[in-house]
């Protein structure tokens, strides 16, 4: 990134794993647009992931929490308070899992203690974090918090499972919490609702490879690429976007609007002659 946009501001990124991730790449931009950074994903996650790799490029420091702890919350936000000598700018939740997924449980025959977890990890850690950061009093008036979410919170991807169902959760609690937040502080909550992206997490859905040719046929601009996604979460960071809150931001190169394409169109025809 050429422009220094978030010169002298400071954040959190959740949810490094490799460099695959999207926070992976959306660290190195915070980075390279003059930010300070802690990183911090789950005990289990640091163990399996290379985000120590991640912190040295980025002169960052790691900090594990899981996000369905309060206490491992708020002791993030102590800490991050006390390397940055100040309060924080700017939040990117890069959280979700769903148990049920990974197990390969259909979403009619779920496993409702699986289906609860997946709810927990991929949309309430999101409001456990944002009221964490407000009861501590660590984010400055105009940060700016983002989440990832994906078009399976409108519309039905039958191989996204009970995802979709924790993305419309977390689009929500972006909305009331952006609301609360706003007049509180002036703090912005927004959610990227992102392509199909090749990550460790997007690709271990099931039928994934399929989908993602799908979208690309569909969506004018084809696909947006993780490094795509982390200069759009940037743009989101920064002062530049002081006013946008409480909204869901397609990021998919055209897909959320586009009923059918002329590709797709021929390819149906193609196998039906």
């Known amino acids: 990134m050429e422009h220094q946009i978030l010169k002298g501001k ?53 900090i594990p929490a899981d996000a369905t702890s309060t206490s491992d919350l ?4 102590t800490k991050s308070m006390e390397i940055f000598g100040g309060k924080i700018d700017f939040i990117l939740h890069s959280i979700g899992m769903s148990p049920n997924v990974r197990k ?22 999101l409001h456990r974090v944002l009221q964490s950061a407000m009861k501590a009093d660590a984010l400055n008036e105009w940060g700016s918090v983002v989440a990832l979410s994906y078009i399976a919170a409108q519309r039905t991807f039958p191989g996204y499972n009970d995802m979709g169902d924790a993305k419309a959760l977390l689009e929500g609690i972006t909305r009331s919490f952006g609301y609360h937040y706003g007049f509180a502080k002036k703090v912005r909550v927004n959610t990227i609702s992102q392509s199909p992206t090749v990550t460790s997490a997007g690709s271990g859905v099931a039928g994934f490879d399929v989908f993602y040719e799908y979208a ?4 004018p601009l084809g696909n947006a690429s993780a490094e795509d996604c982390a200069n759009y979460t940037i743009m989101l960071f920064s002062d530049y976007t002081r006013m946008v809150t409480m909204q869901n931001l397609f990021h998919d190169g055209g897909f959320s609007f586009t009923g059918v394409s002329t590709s797709i169109v021929e390819e149906i025809m193609k196998n039906n002659s």
């Open 74 to 77: 708020d002791n993030l936000m």
């Open 216 to 219: 690309e046929k569909m969506s």
């Open 104 to 125: 390969n449980i259909s979403y009619t025959n779920t496993n409702y203690e699986n289906f609860l977890k997946t709810l927990d990890i991929s949309a309430l850690s």
């Open 10 to 62: 400071k954040g959190i990124i959740f949810g490094a794993l490799d460099e695959r991730s999207i926070a992976w790449k959306t660290a190195l931009a915070a980075h390279a647009a003059g930010a300070e950074i802690v990183l911090s994903n789950a005990p289990i996650a640091l163990r399996m992931g290379k985000i120590n790799e991640l912190a040295t490029l980025c002169n960052a420091q790691v």
